[in-house]
T-cell receptor, first 113, second 117 residues
Framework: GQQLNQSPQSMFIQEGEDVSMNCTSS?????WLWYKQDPGEGPVLLIALYKAGELTSNGRLTAQFGITRKDSFLNISASIPSDVGIYFC?????????????FGQGTILTVHP | NAGVMQNPRHLVRRRGQEARLRCSPVKGHSHVYWYRQLPEEGLKFMVY????????ESGMPKERFSAEFPKEGPSILRIQQVVRGDSAAYFCASSPTKVNTPGNEQFFGPGTRLTVL
């Protein structure tokens, strides 16, 4: 089945630093999404990407859909304490699986003030 | 402007009992998805439903698990004869129409945490 490898698994950074995380897939995806999950809550959509090569920003967040359609990255600039949480990439392959999102294992982000 | 609502938020069951998890999608959304999350793992797709129809149940265990999304009322995920391995967080998501195009992303509810004693 489809698998997403997300890295790093965890990051400990100082407030103000930039953060980068990425996902790679063994197969092609038509859509890449990035979600953030706080403890005890559901994932919240941050950025959605629909075209290979697409670069999209949402405030301090920037994400890109890789040219090969098998990878994506998320950057957070000038991190702040409320950025703490678990970040997940998710992909959709389309076709007969058009309703199914495949999730990465998550990146746990800790920001020290 | 309510988002996806799930209840109960926490559910405790003993082995062999039934668990019923409810999901009310965003108003106007006719597509519902259920995912399961084990501790320290990503979400795993279970089933995708449209009103009164199961579209994709490829992630649903063949036994004990069932899902429905009736014409009226919430979507229900039902687990019969629960076992300890069913303990997890179950998330529901909804979208207005068929994904995945801009504006038709899946939005998630807060989840139901099921604990099987």
């Amino acid at each position: 089945g489809q698998q997403l490898n997300q890295s790093p698994q965890s990051m400990f950074i100082q407030e103000g630093e930039d953060v980068s995380m990425n996902c790679t897939s063994s197969s092609i995806f038509n859509t890449w999404l990035w979600y953030k999950q706080d403890p005890g809550e559901g994932p919240v959509l941050l950025i959605a990407l629909y075209k290979a090569g697409e670069l999209t920003s949402n405030g301090r967040l920037t994400a890109q859909f890789g040219i090969t359609r098998k990878d994506s990255f998320l950057n957070i600039s000038a991190s702040i304490p409320s950025d703490v949480g678990i970040y997940f990439c998710a992909g959709n392959a389309g076709g007969t699986s058009y309703g199914k999102l495949t999730f990465g294992q998550g990146t746990i982000l800790t920001v020290h003030p | 402007n309510a988002g996806v609502m799930q209840n109960p938020r926490h559910l405790v069951r003993r082995r062999g009992q039934e668990a019923r998890l409810r999901c009310s999608p965003v108003k106007g959304h006719s597509h519902v998805y259920w995912y399961r999350q084990l501790p320290e793992e990503g979400l795993k797709f279970m089933v995708y439903l449209q009103k009164e129809n199961i579209i994709d149940e490829s992630g649903m265990p063949k036994e004990r698990f069932s899902a429905e999304f009736p014409k009226e009322g919430p979507s229900i995920l039902r687990i019969q004869q629960v076992v300890r391995g069913d303990s997890a967080a179950y998330f529901c998501a909804s979208s207005p129409t068929k994904v995945n195009t801009p504006g038709n992303e899946q939005f998630f509810g807060p989840g139901t945490r099921l604990t099987v004693l």
